[in-house]
Each structure stands twice: as structure tokens, then as C-alpha cells.
């Protein structure tokens, strides 16, 4: 007899390697051991969700000097295990592929941490070499602006053309310790240098696909293939605006900014302003009736345009959450990774190919990391 989808959805290793709620604990101070209707995610929904593993992201944003970054960073990892120390029932910080897939056996989830933005790391491989130690298993070497690191995919000019010299060194050297290098927000020349500077698969941990979405942070069909072909693979992102062309306008953007304004109003004041939340809602509803989300269908679109590419090997989930404003519609929160299920299901895929999308694919490519590090 065929396993329920359900049966299916527990039974794999789910994960999803882009999450920004680690900015929720530190500017909205959200208590992550609470179920909460606010933000996208917290370990109740993750238990919801049979989510098993999340990467959380310890994002810097680019405006920041650098030692501002770093100091940042820092905060941002020890609120975060903070966060987790208190919930020791319901999630533990894991260290390794082997290591999450023990906190599954034992009921609860897993978290990591991803860097998103390589600024923290300055220019000194000392910094890069401390926050493995934290526990930082990859990095997304920039973010929307060029870095010491590499050319981003967001401004018109390049400036290395790629990785710059430090940037090459810092690749060589997450090879070393076994650090997943993220080439989500890289430019197309960064991306193509990662490829050849890098010894161990690299992973796209929140991007979609360009021949859907023309958004440069998007990848090409031959990105993808070469990404493949090294043993990498891509995470498909959740944001409409990667997923849709509709999305991607200036007045959707516009939007997307005076909501996320709103948004952080609303929490600075308590959630207890009368303008800031009269404000709040106002953009929440403008968000909703003029930009209504693309259903998770399409997102599972994208998912398969990669299969149809270069195969089920290369090809898993990033969703972004709590770093996008409004996520499908079907996909509101963490505890709706089933329908991701459900929808591969009907859609003829078996169940070991679903086990791939769902988690399996990244933890091979992730291993390979691991295990090169081993060698070196």
C-alpha cells in the first residue's frame, strides 16, 4: 500500500536553507517557543511544517561599516543560540549533515546558520575561521552591493568582475573547513568564479529561475547546468517577485518598502501605536489587494523547470521567510511544507524523487563539502 502523503512528508529529511527570522528575535524580539499568526516562522510551526531543518541567516545589511556588520553578526548568532538554548525540547543547533539528521531521530528540529552577506568577514580569514567555529556552515558571499568579496548581481557596474583576490582566498579557505559557499545575489561573472575557484559543489540557497522570472538574481538555464554538472544545486526561492514577472515592477517594490516600513513601525512601537498600526494594516490590505500572491503551484512551476533542465539531482527549497513580505498563496508559513508534497505527488513524482526536492539533494551536495574539507 502506498504511503499517505502525510507518511511521505514525515518520513523525508525537509529542509529549507534560507530563513531571516534571526532579524525577528533581534528587532521584534519574537519568542520563536510560542506559536505566533506573526512573521512566517517559529518552532511550533516548524514542528507543523515537518520541517526538520532550517537555516537560519545571519544577515548584515550593506549600508553597515564593517565592523558594524561584524559586531552585528556576532549579536545576531548569540541571540539566536539564545533562542534555541531556551527551546531545548523543541530544536537544537546543528553542526553537520550527520548531526541534523540525529535531531530528527529525536523528535525535534534542527537549526543552522548561514551567513547572508560576506561584509562580516572584512578582509581577515581569522574572522571567516571564527564564525565556522560559531557555527556558520555557509556563506552568501555578498548581498545587494558590491563587497570585498564579489561583484553582486544588483548594481549596473561590476567592479572585480567576479571574485575579488580576498574573495578567492575565502573561497579556497570554506573549502577548507567545509563551508557551503552560497552564490544567491552573485553576479553572473561571481557566480561563473565560484564554479572554477571552488573545489566543492556550491549551492544557490534562495534563487529561481530566469527563463520564468527575469530577475537577475535569478540564474539562466546554463548557470543551472553548469551549477549541476559541479555537483550544486539550486534552492528555489518563495518571493513572488523571483517567481513571477508581474512581480518584478517598480510599483511592487515601492510597495514591498513602504510595507516592510510599516511593518517595522508597528513592532518599534510595542505593536501598541494607533497610527502605526492603523499604517500597518493600510499596507498590509493596499500589499493584498493590488499585488495578490501567485499560488505555490507556481513555485513547484519553477522546481520543475530545473527536474525538466538537468534532472531531479539539483533541485530543493529556499524559501526566504520572514525575509519576503508575502509568500504564496497555499505557502503562508513554515507549516505548510506538506502542500510542496502533496503537489509533487500529484504531479507524478515518486516518492524517493520527493525526498530529493525536499532535502535530500542539498544534504548530498552539503556532504560533499564536508567530505572535501576531510582531504584537504
Not at 129 to 153: I, K, P
Not at 327 to 351: A, N
Request: proline share 3%.
Amino acid at each position: 500500500m502506498a504511503k499517505s502523503v502525510h507518511q511521505l512528508h514525515m518520513e523525508a529529511m525537509v529542509v529549507d536553507t534560507h530563513c531571516d527570522t534571526p532579524l525577528r528575535i533581534d528587532e521584534e524580539h519574537a519568542d520563536l517557543g510560542k506559536r505566533s499568526d506573526e512573521g512566517h516562522n517559529d518552532f511550533i510551526r516548524m514542528k507543523e511544517g515537518g520541517l526538520d531543518l532550517s537555516f537560519y541567516a545571519i544577515f548584515t545589511r550593506t549600508r553597515l561599516t564593517p565592523d558594524q556588520a561584524t559586531v552585528q553578526a556576532v549579536r545576531l548568532i548569540g541571540e539566536t543560540k539564545d533562542m534555541i538554548a531556551a527551546n531545548r525540547d523543541k530544536v537544537e543547533l546543528a553542526y553537520s549533515v550527520r548531526h541534523a539528521r540525529e535531531i530528527k531521530k529525536s523528535g525535534r528540529g534542527a537549526i543552522m546558520l548561514g551567513m547572508e552577506n560576506g561584509a562580516p568577514i572584512q578582509n581577515d580569514i581569522a574572522l571567516l575561521n571564527e564564525f565556522y567555529r560559531m557555527g556558520v556552515r555557509y556563506v552568501t558571499l555578498c548581498h545587494s552591493a558590491h563587497n570585498q568579496l564579489c561583484d553582486s548581481c544588483a548594481p549596473k557596474e561590476a567592479k572585480w568582475h567576479g571574485l575579488s583576490p580576498f574573495g578567492k582566498k575565502v573561497v579556497e579557505q570554506m573549502n577548507r573547513l567545509g563551508m557551503i559557499v552560497d552564490v544567491s545575489h552573485l553576479s553572473d561573472e561571481s557566480f561563473y568564479d565560484c564554479l572554477k575557484y571552488s573545489k566543492a559543489p556550491i549551492v544557490a540557497t534562495h534563487s529561481c529561475c530566469r527563463a520564468m522570472c527575469k530577475h537577475p538574481r535569478n540564474m539562466t538555464d546554463k548557470m543551472i547546468k553548469d551549477l549541476a554538472k559541479a555537483g550544486g544545486v539550486i534552492q528555489i526561492n518563495f518571493y513572488p517577485a523571483f517567481l513571477s514577472d508581474a512581480y518584478g515592477t517598480d510599483a511592487y517594490f515601492d510597495a514591498a518598502d513602504r510595507y516592510d516600513a510599516a511593518m517595522k513601525a508597528y513592532w518599534r512601537s510595542g505593536k501598541k501605536g494607533k497610527k502605526e498600526i492603523a499604517e500597518f494594516k493600510r499596507m498590509t490590505q493596499y500589499i493584498k489587494k493590488n499585488f495578490p500572491s501567485p499560488s505555490y503551484k507556481l513555485l513547484v512551476d519553477h522546481i520543475e523547470h530545473v527536474i525538466n533542465l538537468v534532472g531531479i539531482d539539483y533541485v530543493g527549497l529556499g524559501s526566504d521567510y520572514d525575509g519576503i513580505e508575502m509568500p504564496p498563496i497555499g505557502m503562508e508559513d513554515v507549516s505548510k511544507f506538506e502542500v510542496i508534497t502533496k503537489e509533487l505527488r500529484h504531479r507524478g513524482y515518486s516518492d524517493d524523487e520527493i525526498k530529493k526536492v525536499l532535502g535530500e539533494n542539498f544534504l548530498r551536495a552539503f556532504s560533499q563539502v564536508e567530505d572535501l574539507a576531510m582531504t584537504i
